[in-house]
């Protein structure tokens, strides 16, 4: 079982809707929970981190804990064609670097 | 936030040769980070580098095929050697950017990457 698992899409949304990344990590002592966007031929750039169960919300992002599901999402409302990217979940294991799912490729419809 | 310069960018190496790829940060890091991201793939950690101690090492990577090289705080080069095509990847040196002050989880960033091909 891999420890971060993604679907890896593609999932099309188109302009304006709401895009729903999902994320399942196996190891229950994980405590903190990234998302990273990465354009392609680009590394990857923070979107948001969340550390405690529940959403967590900073502009059109809002990311969702649920420790006891061993589950993180991402939602992004007003899906622009500029969000196309591939989304990266990353979960802190305790060791300090991070462990990386194989990320979301999300295309957004013009 | 710490500001990663990578080099080189990009190169075309032959099989059987050796790149030393070279991360240089603007502050000074405990901790840095090498991963690897194979096409199509996500980011896999090699290692770890430490200043003043030899480098960790991930399960399936070894010091003789990935040497690390750590000599202050703000440098850390990777080597890839004895290269064949399965080497061929983008190499991403990372360090923490910050502290979140509520959980105290160390958030990383990411340099611009070196993308090797091996032919």
């Known amino acids: 079982q891999k420890e971060v698992e993604q679907n890896s899409g593609p999932l099309s949304v188109p302009e304006g809707a709401i895009a729903s990344l999902n994320c399942t990590y196996s190891?229950?002592?994980?405590?903190?929970f990234f998302w990273y966007r990465q354009y392609s031929g680009k590394s990857p750039e923070l979107i948001m981190s969340?550390?405690?169960?529940g959403d967590k919300e900073d502009g059109r992002f809002t990311a969702q804990l649920n420790k006891a599901s061993q589950y993180v999402s991402l939602l992004i409302r007003d899906s622009q064609p500029s969000d196309s990217a591939t989304y990266l979940c990353?979960?802190?294991?305790?060791?300090?670097?991070?462990?990386f799912g194989s990320g979301t490729r999300l295309q957004v419809q013009p | 936030s710490a500001v990663i310069s990578q080099k080189p960018s990009r190169d075309i190496c032959q099989r059987g040769t050796s790149l030393t790829i070279q991360c240089q940060v603007d502050?000074?890091?405990?901790?840095m980070f090498w991963y690897r991201q194979q096409p199509g793939q996500s980011l896999t950690l090699i290692a770890t580098a430490n200043q003043g101690s030899e480098a960790t090492y991930e399960s399936g990577f070894v010091i003789d095929k990935f040497p690390i090289s750590r000599p202050n705080l703000t440098f850390s080069t990777l080597t890839v050697s004895n290269m064949s095509p399965e080497d061929s990847s983008i190499y991403l040196c990372s360090v923490e950017a910050h502290r979140d002050s509520t959980s105290g989880a160390n958030v990383l960033t990411f340099g611009a990457g070196s993308r090797l091909t091996v032919l």
């Open positions: 502050s000074q890091v405990t901790m």
């Open positions: 990353a979960v802190d294991t305790g060791r300090r670097a991070l462990t």
């Open positions: 190891d229950r002592g994980s405590q903190s």
């Open positions: 969340i550390y405690s169960n």
